[in-house]
Each structure stands twice: as structure tokens, then as C-alpha cells.
């Protein structure tokens, strides 16, 4: 009985944190979204399905595969860019590998709006990398660098890759290195001990990474709004554009229901199917 | 056949530290060749250079006549059995030792049989589906030897394998390693720092220090003929006594005279001449204590003195004796016990006598290894100059 109790009072304090933090608000979202609106911004008396039926509009269909795909590839590049920089900085002296960790975590310093906006800015039509590229024939006239999809992909990029950096290196640094000599030593080349020892041995750093990429980048709404066009939207900015725009919480609520669940159903699927639990609680998500 | 492994005039340098300097020595197909001695004496650099992690600024390595020099790691006929065992934390034991054969793209039935094989030379069958962090240290190691083992190696390097494990596992390991040894017929390239692994498993061994060799024999030649101080002081315990010698009063020895001791007699395989400085080890166990003064013979030194310490080690029992100003350690076998044998006790004047063979007499004078800025492995016993060091 004892020991029910102390399992009980171990873990009580992060059941209240995730049901206070997570759970009552995630609740909250999905039970406004059968709210009807009321056209204030606030919601009418009664419950209904209306707004649920109205994300049959064919356009978000649209903007969830975006999001999914421009979230997955950002996560990807962020990934396939991380790993590299993570070896080279676990394997290279100290005072070096200071100085690079020091670089990764500067750009941190400075407000998240204003280095999205500095992307504006150097890739504004007018900007010297325009006019650069366009003076060295490697751009056509027409071509725009601001206000497209690729640009968010850029920005999505650079704005996450220090948090796929950080943990990467961080498991890289606990890899044991003479792993690697190991397997050369029984036969192994270097790319092969690279992509079968030391590529699993830090698996963990690199399933932190895919976490904690990918699930901000569902959620982006800034760098979209800011350096993308209208063929650019995530789910993001359609969340924000019915909450501020439209004045209508029901069917942003609904839209965020959507993208929780179009999450958290392959997370499930993939913690559970694996038989593990434990990194469940970092998919805690939401709007940027 | 002789001259299988050879190491011509290799050096290697990190920074500052000359870690291996201008060695050449050679191993012979199918021996158990061990290099010994303390940290930093670069034994684990001529293995690392043997292996293709490190290139040697100077001289080449030869294989069976082949420069292998320039050959990278993966390329070598030649695996390793690390120090911390290196095995892959991800895959199972099987998948481990299986390791080497999957790289090299053999097929399926083989791989599986080779494992098998292995596994059943290493009493493991039960254990083949765990992975490294399930099993105990020793299982670790052996299962780390046949994974070096399954490619076939033509040599195969092992990186101070023991080390980690405690002593009565060590001891079987010991045992098991030599099996191996005989059954898989491999040369062996052992590194460790423990005399005693290297006494026991080596064929001959290499004794290290500072980057060079101080000297290679079998183990008899590098216990009972040591060449230098460092050689006799690291290998087994030992009593230094520096001298000048005196008289040829017979072929083959002279008559060396020990400031502080006396007149000692002493095997003079070195051809030393009357007034030549020499030093010598005297091991501990040649000598003997005996309270009754021992019959004269030509070839004894007999020497009194009074006895300072006594250990008792249950084998053995430690006398350190006092002779003029000089102190002696010794070791006396029991080899019989008698209850009425007088002890003997602190305090007593004792009789210490040897045969003149079983003083050594070492190449390099007197160097006292302080003074070469050598600090000698603890348990080392040597007084000379009349000066106590560390019991």
C-alpha cells in the first residue's frame, strides 16, 4: 500500500503539469471547435457540427499537405545537416568545440522576429543578393528570392537548425569513438562505420532532433507570414487568420484540432507500436 | 618463417612526446609476442600503428615480407581486442561477432556458421541473442576476442584485454586466452603493463620504456638476465647493489666491492675488468636467512646482518635484513613447514648467504631509476647507495 502511495505522490506532480499545461488546454481546443461562433470572437450558446463540416473546404487539404511536407523536408535537411556538424564538433579539439557551440547558441540572443526579418531583408528584390546573383547570370530577371515556398523552406531551415544541432552533438560528444575504429579494424570503411556504428549510437540525439524540429515547424505561422507568398500558407497562418482575421475561435480551434491530430496519430503509432513511452510528453506542440 | 611481423625503425611522435622511438623488432608466425611496460612507455602506440589507427613518422612495418605500412586499417589482415572491449552497444552478440564477415559480404550459411562456431568456442550459444550491456565483463571479453577472431586475422592484437576485469576472473581469462591461442594457431600481438599476464601467456616478451625497447627474450632470460635496471626493477622485485670490481679470483667471476656492504663475489658474464664499476640485481627469493651460519663453499656470499622488518605472506614470508649500511630484501620460500624450527624473529642477527650466479649483473651502471626520472612500479624493492626506497 506504501508503495502504491510513493508511485502515486513520484508522480503526481507531472500528471498536474501536463494536465493543467497539456491536457485541460488540449481539451479546451477540441471541445470550442463544436462550439458555434458567435461572430464577435467569442462563441454562441449550444454545441454543433457546422464548424467541423466546414473544414471539408477543399483548400485545406491543400495547406495540411504543405505543412506536413515543408515541416518533414525542413526536419530532413535540418537532420542530414546536423549530423555532420555534431561529429565534427564532438571530434574536433575543445577549445574549438566551445567556440561552435558558442556560434550554434549566439543567433539565440537576438529576437526570433527581427533574424526573420533580416531574411527580408537580404532577400528583398532590391537586396545586393538579388542584384548579386543576378549580375552573375545565375538568377533570371523575373526571379524572386522573397514570397515563395522555397524561402519559408530556407527560413524554416536556418531557424531550426540549431535545435537539431544541440542535441545531436550532444549525444555525438557521449559516443564512444573508438567504436568507429572498431569496425574499421574488423573490415569496416570509414562511411560504413559512420552510417552503421556511429549513426545508431546516437540515435536518440537524432529522434530529439526529428521532435523537436518537426514539431515547431507544424506549427510555424511566423516565417510563412513574413517571408512567404499566398502559395506558401501553412496552418499556421490560417489558425492565425481565423482567430484575428475572422474574429472566429470555433473554426480555429477546429483547424488546430486537425493539425494536433494529423500529429499526434503518427506519434501514437509510433510510440506505441514501438512499445515505448517517454518522449510522448516532448510532442507537446502548438502555434509559434 | 622467421621475421613473420617486423617493425623496422619505426618512430611515432605526438606534439611533443616522442611516443615510439626508432624500435625494430620482430615476431615470429604463430608466437605470443607480448610488449611490456608502464603507461606511456608507448606499447599501446606500436599496437595502434600495428592496427593502421596511427602512421609512423619514420621507418615501415612489414607483414610476411609485405610493407603494410601505407595499408589503412580496414585493409590490414590484422584485428584488434581493445582494452574497454569496443564492442557495438546496438547490436547483439551475434550481431556482434558477425561484424567482420557482414562487412566483407559473405554469405549467409557462412556468416551463420562461423558464429556459431565462435560462440561455441566461447560457451556463449545461450547468450547469442544479448546484447553487450546484459552480459558480465568477462563474457564481454570474450565475446570482444572473437569478433577480432572470426576474419581470420593473420595477427591479432590485443590492447591490455585483462585490465578490466578482477583477479580471479584475470586468472581464468588467462588460462582461456592461451587455449586460444594454441587452438587458432594466430600470431599474437599482446600489450599490457601487468608482468604477470606476460610471464605467463608470452613466447618471449618486449620490455618497454620511454618510446624504446630495453629488451626482448623469453620470459626466463628478461626475469633472470634482465639487461638494464629498469628491466629488473619492473619485472619482479629486486635489490640494486652498485660496486667496483676487484679481483678475477676464477673464470667467469669477479669480486665486486659494495661500498657500505662488502666483498661479494658475483658472475661476471660481462667480462668486466678489475676497477670496472658494475651494478647488480639480487632477487629477493635467491636469497637465504638463516639463523645457523651455512656451510663454506667457494661460490657463496655469506654476509651477517640483522633483521629490520618481516612480513609474513603465507607462500612466502619477506625479511628485510640490514647488512652494513645497506638494507636487503629477501624472501624465503616456505617449502616445508616446521612447528619447531626456531623463528626467526625481529631484532636477530641472521645469516644471509647466496650463490654467486644468482646475482645478475646488469648493462647499464648504477643508474638509480630516480635519478633517470623513472619512477618504479610500486612493490619494488631496491636499495643501493645505502639509500631505502619504497617497500
Redesign the interface.
Known sequence: MSRRWREISVSLPSLLWLTLLFLIPTVLVLAMAFKPSDGYGGMGPGWTLETIRSLRNPSYPAIIGRTLGLSLLTTLLCVVLAVPMGYYMARTQRIWRQTLVLLTVVPFWICFVVRVFAWKHLLHPDGFIRHGLLALGLIAPDTMLLYTTGTVMLVLVYSHLPFSILPIFAAAEKF?F??M??????????W?AFTH?FL??I?RGIGTAVLVVLIPALGSYVIPDMVGGTESEMIGNKIAQRTFGDRNLPHACALAALLTVAVLGPLMVMVFGKGRSGTAEKSVGGVV | MNDFLEFKNVSKRFGTVQAVDNVSFSVKRGEFFSLLGPSGCGKTTLLRLMAGFEQPDNGSILLDGQDITQIPPNQRAVNTVFQNYALFPHLTVRENIAFGLRVARRPRQEIDAAVTEMLKLIQMEDKADQRPNQISGGQKQRVAIVRALINRPRVLLLDEPLAALDLKLRQRMLLELDLIHDQVGITFLYVTHDQGEAMSLSDRIAVMQGGKIEQIGIPAEVYEAPKTSFVASFIGDTNFVDGTVTALPMPNYCRVRVEGLGEILCYNDKQKAVGDRVNLSLRPEKFHVTLEQPQEDARLNVLRGKVENIIYAGNHTRFWVHIGERRIATYHQHRRYHLDEKPIRWEDEVWVWWDADSGYMLDDYAPLLEERGITPPPETIHSANGKEQRI
Open positions: 564512444d573508438q567504436l575504429e572498431a569496425a574499421m579494424d574488423l573490415g569496416a570503411t570509414r560504413r556504428v545508431p549510437g540515435a
